[in-house]
Every structure is written in C-alpha cells, then in structure tokens.
C-alpha cells in the first residue's frame, strides 16, 4: 500500500518535471492528459511497466543484429557503433525558478526580470545533431532534438551613444530602436541592454537568427548552424579587441551572469557549450572560422559564472578542417592572451598531431575533414534541417 | 533567409457566454481574439432602415416586421432607439423565452469565427457546469444545439466546462493544477483540476446579470444603465459615491459569499479528492471580475473560510474577458 503510494507520488513528480520541458501550452496540455490517466490507474502503471520491461527487450535483441550487421559492413573503418547518451548536465548553484510572470515580464528566483515587451516567436525548435567521435559516414547516429543545447554570445555592434548622463536620451531611443529592429528580425533570444535590462526576443522554444554558418561540439555531439540548437544572447555593445576598455558594462554583465544561470538551470546547458559568436562562426564558401567576430576576446566568462572557455580548442578547424589566417586571429583576438587566439592555435595543434598519427600531409588531412563537413551539411539538407540564416 | 513559418489555423477556442462570445485562434505563435456582445435588439422594419443597415455593414436579421440588430452593434441601436438590449443566452444556456435564440448565437459566432471557414477545423466551446435549479434536460438541450450549430457551420465540435477552461487558459505554470473561477454576464463557473484533470466543476447563478437586475429593482433603474455605471465607475475601495454604488457593493458582497460557501460545499462533498502535495493557485477571470479591489475582496472572503487545500495565490487572468476562449484553444490545440 505504502509502496503503492510512494511510487504514485513519484510517478507524478517525474510527470509535472516531464511536462515543464513543453514550452507550447497546448504540447504540455496534451502530454498531461496523455500521461494521468494512466498513472491514476494503478493496474494500469504496472501493466505499462511490464510492457516496456518487454519492449526494452525486443530493442536490446534488435539492438544486437543491428549491430553485428553493421560491424561488418564497416569493419574496414573505425566506426564507433555505440552512440553516445548525452551526460546529465550539471546544474549551476540552486534551482532557479519563475516566480511572477505577467505579459510586461518574467520574475526568476535568482532576481532576473525578463521583460517581454519585444517578445516574438518564430518556430518551434528542431534540430540533428551528429556524433562527435564517430569514424563512419557523418550521418549515421544523428539524431533529433528539440531542446537547447548551449548559449553563444554576441555584441549588437549598434550604433553607441557615449554613456553619459548627457545622452540618457540618446542611449534610450537607441536601444528601443535596437530593440524594435532584432525583434523584426528575429536576430536574438535575448538581449541585454546598457543599463543591463534582459528583454526577450525570441521565445526560447523557437530558434532564432543568430548564428547561421557556424559549428559547435561538446564531448558527445556535434551541432551544425547553430539558429536552432544554441540560444543566442546579445549584448548592447560593440566588440573592441585591441581596447583594454572593456566592452559591456557592469550592470550588463550582471544581467548576463542571472541570465545565464537561469538559462543552464532551466535547459541543463553544459559550461562548455557557452561561447563566443566567433568561436562558432565560419564561412564554408572558403572553410574560414571566424566569419563573424564579434567577442574575440574579452568575453568576461569568469563573470558570467563560466569557465574560460577561449581555451577550448575550435570544433570548426579540429572536425570539419576549417582554417584562418593566425594573424587574422591575432587581429580579432586583440592580441589578447584570453582571447579565442588559445583555443585556435590547441585545435592547429591538434590537427597536425591528427595528420600526423595518420601519416598523411596535413592539407591531405584537412580535405577529409572538409568532406565531413559537406556530408553532416548533404545531412541536413537531407532531412530538411538546413539552414544558414545569420 | 529562413522566413518564419507560418501556420494555419487549425484548431480554435470558443467562449458561447452570457453576455459574450469570444473566438480564439492561433496565427503562428500570436494569439487572436474576437469578441461580440451576445445580444440583440429590435427595431421595426422599414424599407429605409434596411437599407442604412446593409450600406454600414451592420450585422442585422429581417424577420416579417422587425429588424433585429446583433452583437456589438445591438448596444448602440438600443440606445438610438431607447430600448433594453435582449439576450439570446440566459444563465448561461440558451434562453427559452426568447423564440430563435439559437439562430441568433449562430450568426453571433459567424461573426467572431468567420462564415464559410470550418472546413472540419477541430472547435472547443465552452458550456457551463450545470447550476442549482437547471434541469439535466436543459443542459442538454443547450449542449446538443452548439453542437449541432457548429457541425452545421463544418467545424469539428467539442465542448469543455467553462471553469476548466479557465485553468486551461491560465495555469500552464501549475501543470494545469489550480482552481478556476468564470465570473459572467450568467453563472459563476468552478472548476478544481489537478494536473489537466477536471475533479469537480459547478456553478452558481449569481453572476453579473444577477448583480445588475437586483440594483436595477432596488433603485429603480435601468439594468443597462446599471450595467454602465459598474463598468465604467464602480470599485471596492469601501467609499461609495452614490447610493447605486452601495448597491453594487451589496450585491457583488452577496455573490462573492455565494462563490465561496459553495466552494466550501463542493471540497466537502467531493467523494475522491487528489492529494495534493503543495498549495494550488485560484484564478478569477470573466467580466464580473474587473472592478478594482474584487480580488482583493474575493481573498479576504475566501481567507476566512477553511478549505481542506491550500491556496498559494489568488489572482486575475492575465486578460480576464478572453482567457476562457484562450483555453478553450490550449484544449483544441492539444488535441489537433
């Protein structure tokens, strides 16, 4: 009886955890309704226990015939069969949780306002992500998602008003201009103004045009044009590499700190898939990084609650054998010994070594990797999840 | 350039209430609202007037000697003409003193969902819980002919209680867990639900037509302009400036100790209430819920009762006048 109880009560918890992941209230509505009944009906939980004990064991048997099937079809190669379970992230300091809102904002728990003045939608998010250590053929183990997987930060690079008490009139019909033009635009999630204001652009179960061209990796996956995967947040502010002057200031910074830490608790986002706009940004006409430059260096990671992960080599150049001209980076990067600059020259490294352990030039190296790149991009466009708008 | 994708509407919210009806549809990720006045006025035919009706695109019926003017537009010939608007609904089902009153909701709701546009589009409308002194029949009766009239119209209809619309349309952060409360033109419609599921519904028909008849005989005024003076002056701040003001004060004190006592009632009766393991939100929506101060009255009365749940907040729908109909979209959406 207890145990009845005990197991019932859990049931529901794991459902009400479940159903918060439904941004769309008519999606979430329609999972409840789905899921209760069969909870609330006691036989009804241990018979559909029962069925997936059983089905789990017809997958397993499938599993194995798949697999022997396909270790010989490539057992030439070093394909990796076993695709990877994206670990459990680890969540900042405490749960974070809306406490108010109204149709003027969103109040978190950790003191972040959200205003939704600007709030628009595009469409729900959808995505294919590809296994990140997978010899075989780039499509095979790719898989749907619809949650977000990381963060990439940008600078406005809009027109600044000196900020002095003299200009508070400038500065504010500048950043409502902004705010009207991205919200047309659909450029961001989320952007942070220069009084350190979170307004909403884009919900965040849409995807937003933030960053087209781009390529990003944790340990387990690969994630191509990163509109759909990754929030996109903007800082009102332009990026100045070789300025000792920082970019944003604190109130903004601030902001992006409770931002962020909201945006992990509520997602599970990883540290390491928070990063710069140009460390994701490439151009595939001529298999460039750095398209897009903005945050080079300089992105105050340690203030925002994150590692620096400008050390972080460049997925772009170490998975798909993109490349730039270093001094080009040096540029962009300021010179600055924090700057993405670091991980650049870890990801040449590691593609020499690469090249290097496979005996083959390193410009024959690089080829391969471009074709992968081409293969995930036929991938997506494949499965109609192509898209490069920035 | 990914242009936004833009959906069609495939499922819409229907709020058939008292006083309103209001349509909800989603296009793309917006939602979109109509609303008319559920009522109608008659003026006497004349070749003139018809003509003055159809030139202004005013919505209008020609039945043997009269003209009836609905929706929106009937408050204002009302008052060209000097007369008291009617009602084709009464406590919140179809009236059965007023002969065609069907027909009547039927080219009300064509003008909020559009004519000629069901095309087997799945429709939720809202009907009432079933109040005190209305017959089964009757419930029935009013049920089967939306029903009906809608699958006329080619829409794929099916009805959800009013109260759990209202959950619907403003507990998504709960799960779906809370208590609604519709305060109309009709009833007072409750629905206690826990995780989307209904655990019990009712309403009482005390509601704002209650409220405006009563001061009307009291002081012996006009319903309609009793009506006016609620919605444009009238608020709970315990200073009254005229004498209709105490009245409406009286009145919505007698519907607020209704609503809550019959709450108190139906949390006694309920033979298998969910263990609900953290207190649940009550939300207040509907038009008799926008005077300043209602809900803070609405807490104290209800604060003063003990209800075997407890209540975390007592708060006003977002936008009280449509978040019925925005339910009733949530629970067709849900389903397409």
């Known amino acids: 009886m207890l145990r009845d109880a005990l197991r019932r009560a859990l049931q529901v918890r794991a459902l009400e955890f479940r159903a918060r992941h439904f941004a769309d209230p008519a999606d979430r509505l329609h999972f409840l309704r789905g899921k209760v009944a069969r909870i609330s009906d006691g036989a009804g939980g241990r018979r559909e226990a029962t069925q997936f004990r059983q089905a789990c064991l017809r997958h397993i048997r499938r599993g194995c015939v798949t697999a022997v ?94 900020f002095e008490e003299s200009e508070n009139r400038s500065l ?17 999630h989320f952007i942070i103004d220069r009084f350190g204001r979170v307004f909403r652009i884009v919900r965040e179960s849409d995807y ?7 390529v990003w990796a944790d340990r387990y996956w690969v994630y191509i044009n990163l ?26 910074i601030y902001a992006g700190r409770i931002l962020t830490d909201m945006l992990r608790s509520f997602y599970g986002i990883p540290a390491s898939n928070c990063v710069a706009h140009a460390q994701v940004s490439v ?89 992968r790149y081409r293969d995930a991009i036929q991938a997506l466009r494949g499965n109609g999840a192509y898209q490069e708008y920035n | ?122 429709v939720c409308f809202t009907v009432p819980a079933p109040p005190i002194g209305t017959t089964p029949e009757e419930m029935n009766q009013h049920e089967g002919g939306l029903k009906s009239m809608l699958s006329k119209m080619g829409y794929d209809p099916h009805p959800i209680p009013e109260g759990l619309a209202v959950v619907y349309g403003e507990m998504e952060h709960s799960n779906y867990t809370g208590i609604g409360i519709s305060c109309g033109g009709g009833l007072c419609n409750v629905c206690l639900a826990y995780l989307s599921v209904p655990v019990f519904s009712f309403s009482i028909p005390k509601a704002g037509d209650f409220i405006d008849a009563g001061v009307a005989q009291l002081r012996g005024e006009p319903a309609t302009r009793i009506r006016t003076i609620k919605e444009e002056s009238f608020h709970f701040n315990g200073h009254f400036v005229n004498k209709i003001h105490q009245a409406l004060s009286q009145y919505y004190e007698d ?20 263990k609900l393991n953290r207190p649940i939100p009550l939300v207040l929506s509907g038009g008799s819920v926008m005077p300043p101060g209602f809900r803070e009255r609405f807490e104290k009365s209800l604060r003063e009762v003990e209800l075997p749940v407890a209540i975390s907040e007592v708060r006003l729908a977002s936008n009280p006048m449509v978040s019925t109909a925005r339910g009733a979209l949530v629970a067709a959406l849900s389903e397409v």
């Not at chain 1, 509109?227 to 903004?252: D, K, M, T, W, Y």
């Open chain 1, 69 to 162: 099937t396909l270790l010989v079809a490539f057992e030439n190669t070093e394909t990796t069969l076993v695709v990877p379970r994206k670990p459990k992230a680890k969540q900042p300091t405490g749960q974070i949780r809306l406490v108010q809102t109204t149709p003027q904002f969103d109040l978190y728990s950790n003191g972040l306002r959200v205003e939704e003045q600007y709030a628009t939608s595009t469409a729900p998010r959808r995505y294919l992500i590809f296994p990140a250590h997978h010899a075989g053929p780039i499509g095979l183990g790719a898989q749907w998602r619809s949650e977000p997987a990381g963060i990439v930060y940008h600078t406005t690079e809009s027109h600044m008003a000196p």
């Open chain 1, 172 to 188: 504010r019909r500048a950043g409502e201009g902004l705010l009207a033009y991205v919200s047309r635009r659909r450029s961001y």
């Open chain 1, 208 to 214: 937003a045009n933030h960053s087209g061209n781009s």
């Open chain 1, 227 to 252: 509109n759909q995967s990754f929030l996109g947040i903007a800082f009102e502010a332009h990026s100045r590499p070789s300025s000792a002057e920082p970019s944003v200031n604190a109130a903004q």
């Open chain 1, 283 to 371: 151009n595939p006409s001529n298999y460039g990084v750095g398209y897009h430059m903005d945050w080079a260096a300089h992105l105050p990671f340690s203030q925002l609650g994150l590692p620096n992960n400008y050390t972080l080599a460049l997925p772009s150049v170490t998975l798909f054998g993109f490349a730039a001209d270093p001094a080009q980076i040096e540029i962009n990067a300021g010179g600055a010994p924090q700057g993405m600059s670091q991980g650049w020259e870890a990801s040449v490294a590691e593609v020499r070594r690469e090249a290097a352990a496979r005996d083959i030039p390193l410009e024959d190296y690089r080829k391969q990797l471009q074709k």
């Open chain 2, 1 to 122: 350039m990914n242009a936004s994708i833009t959906q069609p509407p495939t499922a819409l919210g229907l709020d058939v209430g008292t006083s309103r009806i209001v349509a909800a549809q989603r296009h793309d990720k917006d939602i979109q609202f109509d609303t008319q006045l559920n009522a109608f006025v008659t003026i006497p035919f004349s070749k003139l007037t018809q003509g003055v009706l159809k030139k202004e695109r005013i919505p209008h019926l020609v039945q043997d000697s009269e003209i009836t003017v609905y929706g929106d537009e009937s408050e204002r010939f009302a008052n060209l003409f000097h007369r008291e608007t009617r009602r084709p609904m009464l406590r919140g089902i179809l009236n059965p003193e007023e002969t065609g009153s069907l027909t009547l909701v039927r080219q009300i709701v064509g003008l909020v969902m559009g004519e000629g546009e069901g095309q087997g589009r799945r």
């Open chain 2, 255 to 274: 519907m607020i100790q209704a609503l809550v006592a019959a709450l108190k009632d139906e949390f006694a009766s309920v033979q298998s209430m969910p």
